[in-house]
């Protein structure tokens, strides 16, 4: 298997399920600026492994990776899979 050019954003169904819910409650503009962000931060997350530093956020003990997403609602957890150079959405908080 050949790996993407560059680093790729997947999700949980839990965290997709989430996502969804924003979208259904008429705040598409919420649900866009979120699946921006986590596109930006794929692309932080590669290029700050490929640099040798450490990926964005917070890390939490169970390996888990916290990300606010400025000026939003919106809290994301994520995994780096490096082998499948992907950012792996594993929890949304809503508060909304």
Same mark, same amino acid.
């Given at each position: 298997m050949s790996l993407p050019p560059r680093w790729t954003v997947a999700a949980s169904e839990h965290a997709a399920d989430t996502l969804q819910a924003v979208l259904k409650s008429g705040d598409e503009r919420l649900y866009r600026a979120v699946l921006l962000f986590l596109r930006g931060a794929a692309l932080e997350l &590669?290029? @700050? %492994? @490929? @640099?040798g530093h450490? *990926? *964005? &956020? %917070?890390?939490l003990d169970d390996g888990r990776i916290a990300l606010d997403v *400025?000026?939003?609602p919106v809290v994301v957890y994520y995994l780096a899979d490096t082998a499948r150079r992907e950012l792996f959405v594993?929890?949304?908080?809503w508060l909304g």
């Open positions: &590669g290029s @700050a %492994l @490929a @640099a450490r *990926p *964005p &956020g %917070l890390r *400025p000026r939003e594993t929890d949304v908080i």
